[in-house]
T-cell receptor, first 110, second 114 residues
Framework: RKEVEQDPGPFNVPEGATVAFNCTYSNSASQSFFWYRQDCRKEPKLLMSVYSSGNEDGRFTAQLNRASQYISLLIRDSKLSDSATYLCVVNSYGNNRLAFGKGNQVVVIP | NAGVTQTPKFQVLKTGQSMTLQCAQDMNHEYMSWYRQDPGMGLRLIHYSVGAGITDQGEVPNGYNVSRSTTEDFPLRLLSAAPSQTSVYFC?????????????FGPGTRLTVT
């Protein structure tokens, strides 16, 4: 089983709609969780950290479910500028290694 | 601050050639790392460093060397390029370990080995 699994999509989303996707991780001892955003042919950039209590940043909401070992990202009122690949990232090896998922590709359609 | 810079942006090598990918950061970050990104795969860690003079292997270290003589610089050396090393290489840095610290990525180097 891969460290971090994501359904690559693409997720075609009408502008203004809500889209949500999950990411599963295999190591139950994982401590830190993140969502990064990567635009086409660009470097990844941190979107948000995921806390046990869940967190929200504007139109973006992230949740952590430790019992089922997944994290989720929800995007409300999708904008064209939200089109990107969203990478699920888990700190699985301790303090110095991150495991990256393949990413969820989101395409927001006018 | 320039953040994390990488050179070159693009490179084409012939099989067997060696080269060094440069990475520098001006944020005084202790932790630096190199990843490769291939189509259909997530980023994979090649090597990382927790501070000047200290390096360690990641998930896919074979065929690559690193050194960390200063806090700012973390070059990645390809010893004898192979077509399997065709990839996009990202350098990243963070203030401390990866446990809770944001990773800042450079713009990447697109390498083709023929």
């Amino acid at each position: 089983r891969k460290e971090v699994e994501q359904d690559p999509g693409p997720f075609n989303v009408p502008e203004g709609a809500t889209v949500a996707f999950n990411c599963t991780y295999s190591n139950s001892a994982s401590q830190s969780f993140f969502w990064y955003r990567q635009d086409c042919r660009k470097e990844p950039k941190l979107l948000m950290s995921v806390y046990s209590s869940g967190n929200e940043d504007g139109r973006f909401t992230a949740q952590l479910n430790r019992a089922s070992q997944y994290i989720s990202l929800l995007i409300r009122d999708s904008k064209l500028s939200d089109s990107a690949t969203y990478l699920c990232v888990v700190n699985s090896y301790g303090n110095n290694r991150l495991a990256f998922g393949k990413g969820n590709q989101v395409v927001v359609i006018p | 601050n320039a953040g994390v810079t990488q050179t070159p942006k693009f490179q084409v090598l012939k099989t067997g050639q060696s080269m060094t990918l440069q990475c520098a950061q001006d944020m005084n970050h202790e932790y630096m790392s190199w990843y490769r990104q291939d189509p259909g795969m997530g980023l994979r860690l090649i090597h990382y460093s927790v501070g000047a003079g200290i390096t360690d292997q990641g998930e896919v270290p074979n065929g690559y060397n690193v050194s960390r003589s200063t806090t700012e610089d973390f070059p990645l050396r390809l010893l004898s390029a192979a077509p399997s090393q065709t990839s996009v290489y990202f350098c990243a840095s963070s203030l401390g370990g990866t446990g809770s610290n944001e990773q800042y990525f450079g713009p990447g180097t697109r390498l083709t080995v023929t």
